[in-house]
């Protein structure tokens, strides 16, 4: 059986729009879960987030993607962004995100691992993810979705209840 493939032609501009605003309501998420020290909890949705956020990128460029479960793996979508634009991430982007990546596997309790052993700073993280995020909202390939990149910069708009936001993003404060 064929694996099957989300491309391009799969989204119109409202569906494009709605797939990258639910990786913005992750982001925001794993940042409360973050913050109120559920590192675990918080860097899966990080994940979570991050994986919308580029396979959206992955469509605007003009790629596929799979459908599966093969289709979470960032490394995969890190591959094919670099594969239109080799230096679309910077060398501690991608090695953020390749290493985030590896906390995925905690989101069930049954691992193919018996020593799965992962160490989630939550702060580290937080700073990392405001970075990244922050950047990602303003690249090429999500300003035409976004009006400049604002429908998704909660902190420059202020379009969110501070309560939702923690009153700041590490990266900005």
Known sequence: MATKKIKPEDFNDFSLFEFM???T???????????SGLAGQGTVLAVTSLEKTLKTILIKMGHSFRADGKG???NNIIDKIK???PKFFTGEEEAFIRKINNAYRIRYFISEEEDI????PSSKILL???KLYCRL???EPLLSISLGG???DMYEKGAMPKNQLLDKNVYYD
């Open 150 to 152: 604002k429908l998704f």
């Open 83 to 85: 594969s239109t634009d």
């Open 72 to 74: 979470h793996d960032l």
């Open 128 to 130: 990392r993810l405001d």
């Open 137 to 139: 909202i303003k690249s």
């Open 21 to 23: 605003n639910s990786g």
């Open 25 to 35: 309501r992750d982001y925001i998420a794993s940042r409360v879960l973050l913050i």
């Open 117 to 120: 052993i992962i160490f989630l």
